[in-house]
């Protein structure tokens, strides 16, 4: 059975590989870390057993959220658990007072796309050349809580 779980120092190491296998700009394991200790900060990871299978990582000020990453193992897409990550960080997010979350999201990311429209995410407005690796445009999204 997965659950969903505040990240802690135990995930880190798997959250930081799972970041290599995802991206081509990924976090380092310290960085990573370093979220752990941010009061505005808010991650949370997808756990089977003992294995983290994705995990989505925020941030909040004065009310407002920032998705800032959200991966899931390759081998467990498609299997719900990224909008199960979503709804969890929203309702999280919602015990704290944060009435909106918004995200960048690469602009040729259709399933991304797709996963942030069913849960009611609109775009509104567009970062140019926000992405490297390829250089892309990102899609500025964002929901009321």
């Known amino acids: 059975m997965i659950e969903m779980k505040q990240m802690n120092a135990n995930h880190v190491g798997q959250v930081a590989a ?3 296998v995802c991206f081509a700009d990924p976090w380092s394991e310290a960085s990573i870390a370093g979220e752990l200790g941010n009061p505005l900060s808010l991650w949370l990871v997808a756990m089977e ?5 994705g995990y989505v990582g ?3 000020v004065l009310g407002e959220g920032d998705m800032m990453n959200l991966a899931v193992t390759p081998a467990f897409r498609r299997q719900g658990i ?8 929203c309702s999280a997010l919602l015990e704290k007072n944060v009435r909106s ?3 960048e999201v690469r602009a040729s990311n259709q399933p991304a796309k797709a996963l942030y429209e069913k849960l009611g995410f609109s775009q509104v ?6 992405y490297r690796n390829p ?3 990102a899609l500025i999204l964002r929901k009321e809580l």
């Open 18 to 20: 799972l970041e290599k």
């Open 49 to 53: 057993q003992d294995a983290v299978l």
């Open 58 to 60: 925020s941030q909040s």
């Open 82 to 89: 990224a909008e199960k990550l979503v709804l969890a960080l």
């Open 101 to 103: 979350l918004t995200l």
């Open 125 to 130: 407005g567009k970062r140019p050349n926000y």
């Open 135 to 137: 250089r892309e445009d």
